[in-house]
């Protein structure tokens, strides 16, 4: 069942298990955050058609089982990690982990024997670092970043660098990630790109990125030879966006599955 909307005047969601919906609309309070995430449906249909739709228990006990992982550990799960934390066997987990992947939820290696990323988290190295419970992660992107405090109501440390100058970027945040408590340099930004071709980890994610200032970011939209498409958005923006599409992955949900 689909509570996704194409109305004006309703935003656009899709319940990913019962009574639990994303975007989270209820975070959203600033106009940039909100057009962001608008235009991210309206550029991405191929992407809202993946996520239409309510998991059913297993494929949603693997996803979450998966991302849960992965913030253990710090590193990309295995297959036989999974099973072990689910019970189920590898004939079942290998079709529940293709379905995952086909709804670009996870991506898995070529052998399907380990996950490569599942957003917000990649077992590859990126320029986003994430401190999280004592463990180092690394995110898919600057938006996955900032989401991850807010999925583990737990405050998180980012390290990363703007995409234009390199220089340093630190972020902290406060109240289970509902705020910004320290941020370094105090005008960085996103730019929230809104492209989308097969999976966000290869397309949109690779430039969803911080920069140290606005004249940064505009400088490097300046250096592109196409030019992007996207938004930018102060770090206060962004945190609303991360918020709204991550911390309703792992909330959890006391209405029944339906058959």
């Not at 190295?125 to 807010?150: F, M, N, P, W, Y």
């Not at 583990?152 to 970027?169: K, P």
């Not at 705020?179 to 105090?186: G, I, T, Y």
Request: neutral net charge; proline residues 5%; aromatic residues 6%.
């Amino acid at each position: 069942m689909s509570s996704r909307s194409n109305s004006n005047q309703l935003p656009v969601t899709a319940e990913i298990r019962p009574g639990i919906h994303r975007p989270d609309w209820s975070v959203v309070t600033r106009p940039a955050a909100r057009d962001a995430l608008i235009g991210r449906d309206r550029s991405r249909n191929s992407l809202g058609e993946r996520w239409d739709h309510v998991l059913e228990p297993a494929q949603d006990r693997v996803w979450r089982t998966v991302i849960e992982l992965f913030a253990r550990s710090g590193r990309s799960p295995r297959l036989h990690e999974i099973g072990e934390e689910t019970g189920l066997p590898p004939e079942n987990l290998r079709t529940l982990v293709a379905h995952l992947q086909a709804h670009d939820l996870l991506g898995m290696n070529p052998s399907a024997d380990s996950v490569l990323y599942a957003y917000p988290f990649t077992g590859e190295r990126t320029e986003h670092r994430v401190q999280l419970s004592g463990c180092k992660l690394h995110a898919v992107c600057a938006i996955d970043a900032l989401g991850i405090a807010g999925m583990f109501r737990r405050d998180v440390v980012i390290e990363s660098s703007c995409r234009a100058c390199g220089g340093g970027i630190e972020i902290v945040t406060a109240q289970s990630g509902k705020v910004l408590s320290h941020v370094r340099p105090v005008d960085a930004m996103v730019w929230y790109d809104l492209s989308y071709s097969g999976c966000a980890a290869v397309s949109c994610c690779r430039s969803i990125a911080f920069f140290c200032s606005e004249a940064e970011l505009l400088q490097w939209l300046c250096a592109r030879s196409l030019q992007p498409i996207g938004c930018r958005l102060a770090l206060g923006e962004a945190l609303e966006v991360s918020r709204a599409l991550f911390e309703p992955v792992l909330a959890v949900t006391t209405a029944p599955y339906t058959e």
